[in-house]
């Protein structure tokens, strides 16, 4: 039987076989993409900057703080706040509380406020911080999102003013935002990003507080510009003629609320300034959009582009027609597929504005041409690693027949992982191409191991360290009691082979284990390293070294 | 054979000495740069916080630093072919014209900005992940032997091989960078595979106890030398190769990374072969005289 023969009936070296070649193929159909660091670009790092937090404060101290007022009380729905002298609704609405009216009486007002308890304490620390705070249900007991930088302490001074604290207790305070912020901020970025045309950008989340973007073909300050400038937002509506006229621009909404359901339909509520509300009405009442609100489409646009558009509701027509109005929703249908529009709709009427503050807290860019000469420079460094280590393995073992399937097998590994790589559409940085190099390092010392272990056998013999391989294969088969051929298959090569194996998977978890936290640690940077040696080690355990055992077995076994 | 003697001519006892005064000396030299500097290792600018431009290097080092005067320049080196300059800590809007500049007068300049929130993040990550990933690789070995004794031997091994590497960036001048933390994780997980290996052939072949550690030494040491073989080819490509083609350049992460894998291997083959072979024929010659009358 000859060795090809032989060896393709087993199932390890056909896995083996199988494995590398879907590798090859994966790397031609999907290519290999390499990293900022070999390609050129600038990088940014931004942190998210948020924090949750467990509040205990009472609505009626906030409102009596807020308002100085004599007396506050929860009737239904409504929190009822009497302030001496004479006050507007609009004071009320400044503070957040839209929708409030004011009755005066004879020397104090008395404000009807539609509000629940937490939004009371949102619009408490939103006016206090000038940032958006949200809700969080799903942790019990809820939790505030504050998006911006607060620590504990002076979270606890702006409440101690209400009466308010935050709870004792690791849980009470945690920094970082929610996953749902994380990746409501990359969905912003995004749809930015994409918006201004710009390609090849990657923008990826790390951990609870980061968020990496990768721009080819910028420089780092062209990058920080385009990330740390809002959109240009601008409502627009139907005149005449199927013609549009300018009606407000972005600065004239003042808060953009997170969308809403009613009656099965999703709208996204947003208040206006005064000014804006006044421009609305006059542009609605001179384009004759409140006597035929249906011809007479309101839209929006974000940098140019249409994000909105829909005819003026009958409803806001009407009451257009008396007074001009701060509060409105944008309706933008039902369903799930109304709930993503609206919430992308939340995203642009915000001009683009990231949901959370960001800090930028590391940056930079990399020549094409420096990226191009490290990446020939690591190519190289990899043949002569690979070089090196063949040199010692021939100096060791001074038989062809072993370094060849050895330096081959370390090669196929390679061959794998880059194959992984590919069809998993992963970027070759820097990192990782030394990570390859370290793979074949510890690769070939696996190789070692299974080598010896099926030359010696089972006993420790130094002395034979000087005779050929041949006759150490042979003595072993004849120990065993079988044949040269057989030797492959007998009891004490599996023996012996399984034995390898336990020092070999022994190794193989200690390296992959010790790698695992560099995927959390250095903002990504060095992920890519800790992924491919992991990668690296599974591939070279459960498919190459397997089916290198096999055959290095076979040719010492042979002949 | 030197090397058969040095496993069985000497009590264990009395060779573990050896290994103790090196980790000895490792802890003073960790301790000295701790109590100086405030961290046992030299910290790089990724910790420190700071900006790295590269130039191509055109003209003299003066001339391209006389272009930053106004920035607070800290150094200026030659890799080969381009000027690495370092900057200390600086304004967000100091940063930027220092962009705006680097990319106006210089073509393709390489910039790598930290900021301070970058860097304290950075250093409170190594704190909390770099001991994490030496705890699981503890477990893990404990795992795989299920022997207390062994398993101690071969994660305080470990422990010697990375408190040797640390304390050898400090005579070497090497500062910690994300590529020297990764080359000190690196380790951890490389430096258990040849104690693996060494208390497996030990403990589970039969056979005298010094002949299986030096058959367990020649396959050790074709490991080691394969890895080290491979080291030494990426010190000479990253570091030196520049000096020899003048359009390559010093690539940084690889040079840190393999000083301290070097000095990490070097400990290993010897923590490996000196303190565990030791620690295994003291330990094994104890229980043994326990379990008298037990053939040899």
New interface residues.
Partial sequence: MSLIEDLSKDKRVLLYAVAVALAIISIGFFGLKFGLDLE?G?YL?L?LQGAQAQIDVSPERILEHQFNATSVEKRAQNYVVMVPGTVEAKVAEDLGYIGAKAAAGENSTKITIPASAESIVISYLEKKLDADVKLNYKVAPVRYEILTNVTRESLNDLLAAVGGRIPEGEDAFVEGVTDDTMLDTKRVLDSKLNRLGLQDIKVKTVGSRFILIDMAGA???QA?EIVGKPGKFEIRIQTENNETAHVLYGDAVESVEIPDKDNEVWGVPFGLSEDGAAAFQKAAIDAGATRNPQDHFISMYLDKEEIFSAPLAPELASSLNKAPTRRMQATVGTGDAGAEKAKMLNIHLREGALPVNV????????????GS??KL??I??GL??????A???Y??YRERRIVLPMITTSFSEVVMMLGVWAAAGWQLD??SL?GI??V???G??QL??IT??LM?G?????SS?QRSIKERAAEAAEKAGVGKIAATTSKVYISRLS?AF??I???A??????????L????G??TG??LI?ILGVILGTFIARPAYGRIIGHIMGTD | MEL?DIISKYPPRQIMLVPIAVVILALISLGVTYVSTGSPVKLGIEFTGGTLI?VPGIGSEESVAAEFADYPVQDVRDIGN?YMLQFGPMS?SEY?QL??LA?DRF?????????P??SK??QS??A???P???I??A???FV?FRQFMVSALVVLCALADILIAAASMNLTGVELS??T??AL??L???S??TD??LS??VL?????VD??I???M??GL??A???I??????I???NF?YLIVP???R?D??AD?TMVLIFGLAADVFNTWVTNAQGLRWYLGRSKKAARGQKR
Wanted: hydrophobic share 55%.
């Fill in positions: 050129g600038s790092q942190q420089d780092v300050a920080q800090e930028i807290v590391g940056s930079g860019q990399v020549s094409a041409a420096l000469q490290f420079q690591m190289i460094a002569i690693a690979l070089l090196a280590v040199g010692m393995v100096y060791r820097l990192a030394a190099i370290m074949i390092g510890t070939v010392d070692v191991i010896d272990e010696r089972g006993e420790a013999a130094v360290a034995r336990v020092i998977l022994g190794a978890a200690t390296t992959s284990v010790a790698m695992l936290p560099l959390f640690m250095g903002f940077s060095l390293f800790a040696i | 058969e590269t381009r967000d930027s962009v705006k990319n073509e393709s300049p390489d910039i790598r900005h930290m900021g929130i970058y993040e950075l990550q190594v909390r992940y770099l994490l990933s030496f699981f690789m477990i893990v070995v795989v994300l590529g933390v990764a994780l690196m951890i997980g490389y258990v595979d693996i290996l497996m052939r589970k072949r039969k056979g005298d002949e299986k030096i058959g367990a020649q396959t074709t490991m030398g394969t890895t073989a491979a080291v030494i080819a990426l000479i490509i990253s190769l359009s390559f350049t690539m992460i690889i990374m």
